[in-house]
């Protein structure tokens, strides 16, 4: 089959990005309906605290394990076999779920959800950045975290619902995962293999002597300095910043209860009505991902990220107070958090090892945050303001770690990666690590991936 042909069905950039993008929606919709509904269950079918907190720690694990296996088998089996595959596996699971009358159903439930949904993460990312152009690359990745904005909320608004319902409420909410999965498997259908992955795959077969021909393995990410400073920096940034957000994430609620001294309903009103500001970053952050202005407004966005975790730190834990912090936190975490990452870790490494670097990078966080979120009351409630202090010090060390590399670095793959190995080596070298590289990301207006 020609170019032409295969260009001619190619699907639109947008259509990607929204069905690939639904990996993010079903990535909060799982962890947050698994928060509430076993709660339901508990109660339904006679589960044990430790069983929720098995359950519970299962799915993060789990999770991890996806992303670094998704990852791999992305670039060594293809992007449209893995995200297929890994759809069809959370439909399974959400089924299991919504039938689970035992803890082992719940515990094989949980595995295939997890295991799916952190698999598809990094594999649907490389799809939409590879279906992409420079001019748009950031603006799509960035449309994900819409998406997995909008999962959180369409998943509250939900527990809202049918949270009184009883067994019955907490199978619906796992339903919609199940519904919601199967509507995305079946246009997964529509969209074809990447071309960049074909024709990298193709190189390889044929022993051609490009970046992205003979830049495919693990080795390569850990002893190359051109991949392993942006893969390191990645890990660091996003490890240090995670665990600042899940703390928010996942006891936000126990400390505006037990620390700042309000009602749950109150603090999840306060949650609602700050809900909109997150899709008014979001969607900021698509305006200037792709203008030399994104380093700017990351800069920014780290100052406030930082900031927000001081604020309580500084003037100690009232509403006033925790409700600025919110605020600030939100503004900050929209343009030096998680959407920067996925932009980063998709113009940083070729084509065969892009969804491994990014796998990678996610399992570790989450691993990270788990971990760290085993501590986290405790320590919370020895000294709250000294542990926020201490938030606002890791943190501060991640973004220094992103600014610092990423400043001048302006190395895109997507430009040389088809280019023969030592002339691209020595393009990006040049353009990747020197200090006095020009301003701006890798040229917005260039023409896409080769």
Known sequence: MTTDAVSARAPHPWHVAIVCGMASYIDAAAIVSSGIALVIYQQAIGLTNGQ?????GLLTFCIAIGAITGGRLGDRLGRRHVFIATMAMVVLGAVLLVLAGTFTSLLLGTVLVGLGTGADLPVSLATISEAATDANRGKLLG????????????????????????HLGGQIM????GVIALVVLALRLTIPESRSWQDAHAERLAGADTVRAQRTGLEDLLTERLYLVPFAAILVFYLLTNIGANTGGQFGTWIAVNVVGVSVQLNSLISLVLFPAGFLWAFLFMRIVDTPHRMTWFLVGAVALVVSYLLPAVLGFSLPVW??????NGFGGGFAFEAIMKVWSQESFPTLMRSSAQGTTIAV???????????????????PRAFYAGIAAVVLIGVVVGHLVFRSRRA???DVEAKDLGEAQEELMEQGLRADAPAGPSAGARPGPP
């Open 143 to 166: 449309f994900s975290q819409v998406l997995w904005t909008a999962g959180i909320l369409g998943t509250t608004a939900t527990s809202a619902v049918v949270g009184g319902m009883g």
């Open 365 to 383: 966080a989450r691993v990270i945050a788990a971990v760290a979120g085993i501590l986290t009351p405790s320590l919370l409630y020895a000294n």
């Open 412 to 414: 895109n793959l997507f």
């Open 52 to 56: 929720v907190g098995i359950l519970s």
């Open 174 to 177: 796992f339903a919609m995962i």
């Open 323 to 328: 409700i600025i912090m919110q605020i600030v």
